[in-house]
T-cell receptor, first 112, second 116 residues
Framework: KQEVTQIPAALSVPEGENLVLNCSFT??????LQWFRQDPGKGLTSLLL?????REQTSGRLNASLDKSSGRSTLYIAASQPGDSATYLC???????????FGAGTRLTVKP | GAVVSQHPSWVICKSGTSVKIECRSL??????MFWYRQFPKQSLMLMAT?????????EQGVEKDKFLINHASLTLSTLTVTSAHPEDSSFYIC????????????FGEGSRLTVL
């Protein structure tokens, strides 16, 4: 059974810092991996989608990498801002099953 | 990207009543939709896979008679929480895949259910 783990569970940083969020998964036979942002009480906002054949994706200050063989992905946030404060979720989509499996998330707080 | 809409975004009901939540794919057809549940400060847990024109597939531990899923068309899936109890209070999120954006699932805004 696919297990998705995110470390750390919570992170607090001062504004302007660069930071890395980690995601690991137990079964490397994934279709793709996606990073989401969730604000309190809200739905999911898709940040980056990495297909299994790709190594990384970038969007603005965000960069996500994927190492399928080791079962790891990282989300890099450059020059963090207070508006980046949210919970970041990592999810993998499986090959023989269409749904996505989620990690527990990392709660990020960026202090002004 | 494709758009998935959920309704209602929040609902409060009394114990023992039933509540229906709708999930619509607005600009694409979705033969499969997924229903997730999220408890406070926890991650999303898959409840069931909704297949158009056939019975839903439920994850282990999810009561199919309590959480009724109907996927009657290629753009609409509904989740009905029957005889709701306070422990059913949660955030419910649906998702659907579009063959226009290969491999990506799109998520609704979520529906917060509070059972008094």
């Amino acid at each position: 059974k696919q297990e998705v783990t995110q470390i750390p569970a919570a992170l607090s940083v001062p504004e302007g810092e660069n930071l890395v969020l980690n995601c690991s998964f137990t079964d490397s036979a994934i279709y793709n991996l996606q990073w989401f942002r969730q604000d309190p009480g809200k739905g999911l906002t898709s940040l980056l989608l990495i297909q299994s054949s790709q190594r990384e994706q970038t969007s603005g200050r965000l960069n996500a990498s994927l190492d399928k063989s080791s079962g790891r992905s990282t989300l890099y946030i450059a020059a963090s801002q207070p508006g980046d404060s949210a919970t970041y979720l990592c999810a993998v989509r499986l090959y023989n099953n269409n749904d996505m499996r989620f990690g527990a998330g990392t709660r990020l707080t960026v202090k002004p | 990207g494709a758009v998935v809409s959920q309704h209602p975004s929040w609902v409060i009901c009394k114990s023992g009543t039933s509540v229906k939540i709708e999930c619509r794919s607005l600009d694409f057809q979705a033969t499969t939709m997924f229903w997730y549940r999220q408890f406070p400060k926890q991650s999303l847990m898959l409840m069931a896979t909704s297949n158009e024109g056939s019975k839903a597939t439920y994850e282990q531990g999810v009561e199919k008679d309590k959480f009724l899923i109907n996927h009657a068309s290629l753009t609409l899936s509904t989740l009905t929480v029957t005889s709701a109890h306070p422990e059913d209070s949660s955030f419910y999120i649906c998702s659907a895949g579009s063959n226009r954006v290969y491999g990506e699932l799109f998520f609704g805004e979520g529906s917060r259910l509070t059972v008094l």
